[in-house]
């Protein structure tokens, strides 16, 4: 069975940091493209930032370039989203996914974790 838990989300202040993760189960994580994506109250998911699978080679959202960092450990099949000067606009559900779609099999998400940047 697979699963994705994401963690680490919670209430933080603008210009703060907070460090997301994404444990995966039942899939050979080294094999796949990771990437994270956010949800804000009525918007459409979109994507913050990805990570290829061997070589690591990273992408970001405009929104977000310079300030969040995403990376992997292959050997703890976690991947991870380090968001700083964090702004209220910031403010989302923010998933992780194993994109499948990559190697011919299905895209995987996680559950969500919420981050809600107020003063």
């Known amino acids: 069975q697979v699963q994705l838990v994401e963690s680490g989300g919670g209430l933080v202040q603008p210009g703060g940091s907070l460090r997301l993760s994404c444990a995966a189960r039942?899939?050979?994580?080294?094999?796949?493209?990771m990437s994270w994506y956010r949800q804000a109250p009525g918007k459409e998911r979109e994507s913050v930032a990805y990570i290829t699978s061997v070589s690591g080679i990273t992408n970001y959202a405009d929104s977000v370039k310079g300030r969040f960092t995403i990376s992997r450990d292959n050997a703890k099949s976690t991947v991870y989203l380090q968001m700083n000067s964090l702004k209220s606009e910031d403010t989302a559900v923010y998933y992780c996914k194993a994109e499948g779609s990559r190697l011919g099999v299905r895209d995987y998400w996680g559950q969500g974790t919420q981050v809600t940047v107020t003063s």
């Open positions: 039942g899939i050979t994580f080294s094999m796949y493209y």
